[in-house]
């Protein structure tokens, strides 16, 4: 009924809004962090990695399940990566490395 459909739209929205966010934060990020001589580059590898990991992730989720009978190993392995990023980001410096040439040089 209209529960499940707000439900669905917020499910939708939220997912637009944090996934599309991640398009134009990278390039940024990366610039910002390694400098721009490579910038090209940095975005090819980091995007084509996504591409790789994203579509071959339901994949491994859907065989696991397989031969399990459940999605927990597939949702632990994904809880655990989030965790993870999240720990990284927040020991990353907020400075680029000296002699890096910025986005913002």
């Keep these: ?25 990278i390039p940024g990020l990366l610039g910002h962090y390694f400098g721009t001589d490579y910038l090209a580059r940095l975005i ?23 031969r399990t009978g459940s999605y ?7 809880g655990f990566c989030a965790v993870g990023a999240g720990l990284l980001a927040l020991l990353i ?3 680029p490395p000296e002699g890096i040439r910025s986005i913002h040089d």
């Design 72 to 78: 927990a190993i597939p949702f632990s392995i994904a």
């Design 44 to 66: 090819a590898i980091t995007h084509g990695l996504a591409v790789i990991f994203a579509s071959s992730s339901p994949v491994l989720a859907g065989f696991i399940f397989d």
């Design 1 to 25: 009924g209209a529960q499940g459909a707000a439900v669905s739209f917020g499910a939708m929205l939220a997912l637009g809004v944090f996934s599309g966010a991640r398009v134009p934060l």
């Design 93 to 95: 410096n907020t400075l």
